[in-house]
């Protein structure tokens, strides 16, 4: 049952108050802030217009006052104790951030150290028919670090490697320092009696086209002894028929039975069929008396990691129910830098927008959370795969320390029980790029001290897993595996030559080299790498000027000033600015900035994903880096903090599409075609390629006869460069690539880059229909590059956006909000980049 208290919240010097007299049930609260729970205090101070907005302009530093604070909830709730003696009533908290001494009816019932964990408390002896009252005290962090020694390396702050908290809340290179306190997860009584289902572990053991076989394992908790326990296990399908029943004896209170289900619906990706769900019906009997069940969508599958391949090759590549896939998709970082304020319909719009993209895997970053509930529930019903990392990520560890490490084994199991059962989740990961910071930092010489946390990924979480989830892959960290840890040869690998200038190859020992030139930073540097996954790439962006407007200072929104800056947390802005000078050249206006740094993302992205994707044969995902936002900055987001896709989103729904049509080209070289075909379908048809001049006119046009395989990429012919062009300029010329017999989306190529174009003005024709909630653009006699609609509000929806228009094309845009509300185009604009 959750909790509807009545919540309030007060702070406090800290340890100024005597505890007892703040949890009394009697204490006057009523002069306190009223609060919501789940949330934060950082959420209720902005609702009660306590505080300026710390996202708007340098508000966060105004803030920073609330971390040093002590904190006090105080909730008041009703509650029915029962008339059977032996019942039990916990109290759990699903989150609470992070050292909380909690009291119920002015009796302390325990402290917690962990944000990352849910938190139960016996409380039989003190709950009470009627009015109860709860009160939590929030001790400041520094409390409980500041004695403690620091590490040689730790990223962003010296502080957070003892606290076993969101690590992003003390800032990273896309978002600010913010460090939340408060309950940011539900609060809920539990009653049982007798004895209670304490977990239920359930997996696939193998699957086919006619039968499955269901392993489940089932753990209970037992008040009494001499019992008699029993568990029914049912598995429903979604039209309410029972496919599978099973009942086992327990003995000890563990049980374990197996369930055969005839012709079985198989759960995939979204991309490859239908993410079917049944559910799993689990009743516990006490000497023939039903005293607790659980019921929980299942999904029918297999998930393997295939390490080598069939031809005994170095292989880093998920197998979905026995079938290879290529993992398109990106890194998941917290919905918000206020996580406990986040609603649900937050999480279910990013999954939306990410399954429109054609994702179909997300990595959850080792520096947040492990997710909410919702967001494991929705990629189990859109279809999506979780890459999910635990949280460590770039910093040593105190595994030295007996009171962390058990700390960190409870987080480690809870969660594994946790998340086990999600069909959608493949992989477990021990943290982000640690193994490989070790080893560059002690090679330059910025470490010189043992790698102090090695034994949480390499020790205790795969001890944690043998026992828990045998059903599904450990990877001790991310990118992991070679020469390097980063070694395109072994593991999965994060490509950060494009944008932060690595240099590579680069070997265990070699001092690590950065390139901050136009070369080095450059997204051409994809096509030099042969990684096997690519788990973490991406370059910067800026926000859309809504999401921006919103948040700056008036007179502050121009490209230069000190506010822009503030929203770029990267270290050397420098790059993004070589990374445009090669590319869109440098901007001059905050127009030519958002036109240029999308336009440079998107097309970039393009560039290295569709050359993976050509290289399927060997390269098996990409994840890029990164999704969302969780504050409105400029980063290396696909979809900003108002949720509002940028351009390269757009271009996602292309080069992620699972029919793609690539057309491989360097300035003076062939033109080389492609089709890409991640379905389980064989397709025929025609591909053709047209070379259009910016006037619209056809100089030249060849087609293919082309037969792709089911889940296979194919070159199918090049065209030198010169014939191409038939006697045209490269800078005057656009290629599309068409395809007839199967529904690959045209693709469209540029033979040079934006900056040597050799554009005219294009004009374009513009009508809106605010009655079919559209808008109709028509390019004039010249091609528009990237077009672009605005509308300055949040959670607008575009059927197509940053388009590209040829001469006289027209093309009918549905615009819709999130929440189905009509949308008022009075504000509409439409431009593009020339």
Known sequence: MELSAVWKIQHFPAGLMKPYELAFPGFDDRFWISAKVPGDVHSTLIERNIIDHPYFGHNDIKSRWIEDEEWWYRGQFNYEVGEKSDERHELVFEGLDTFSTVFVNGLEVGTTNNMLMAHSFDVTKIIRTGWNCIAVKFDPLRKHHEQKELFQWSSYTKERPWLRKAAMNFGWDWGPRMVTVGIWGKVRMERTRVAKLDSIFARTVNAGVEEAAILVDIDVKSYLKDQQLECEVTLVDQTGEHVADEKVALEGAVGTLDLLVKSPQLWWTHDLGNPYLYELQVNLFADGEKVDSNRQPFGIRTIELELKDENDNPSFAFLLNGIKIFAKGANWIPVDHFIGSAPDERYRQLIDLAVEGHMNMLRVWAGGIYEKDIFYDECDRRGVLIWQDFAFANALFPDFNRDFMDNVRKEVIYNVKRLRNHASLALWCGNNEIDWLYDMKSSSGDITTPFYGRSIYHELIPEVLEELDDSRAYWPSSPYGGNDDNDPEVGDRHNWQVWHGSVYPRQFGDRPLLDYSIEGVSFKNFKKDLTLFNSEFGMHASANRYTLEKNIPSGQFYWGSVEMAYRNKDTNHQKGILLMEGYTGIPQTIDEYMNFSMLTQAEGLKYG??????????????????????????????????LLPKASFYYARKFYHPLLLSLEHEPGEPLKLWAINDTLESYEGNVTIQVISFDGTEVYRKAWEATIGSNQAVFLGQVDEEEALNGNLPEQVVVKVSAEGFAAPDNLYYLRDPKDLLMESSQLEVVTDSEQQTVTVKAG?????????????????????????????????QISHRDGSSVSLADLSVSAFN
């Not at 590059?785 to 001469?807: A, C």
């Open 781 to 813: 006699a010249t091609l528009a590059r990237m077009v672009k609609i605005d509308l300055p509000l949040s959670g607008i929806r575009f059927s197509d956006n940053y388009f590209d228009l040829l001469p006289h094309e027209v093309r009918t845009i």
């Open 609 to 642: 994903v569709e050359h993976y994707r050509r290289n399927k044969k060997r390269t098996s995902g990409t994840l890029i880096w990164q999704l969302n936002d969780s504050w409105p900055g400029t980063s290396w987001s696909m979809i900003d903090y108002e």
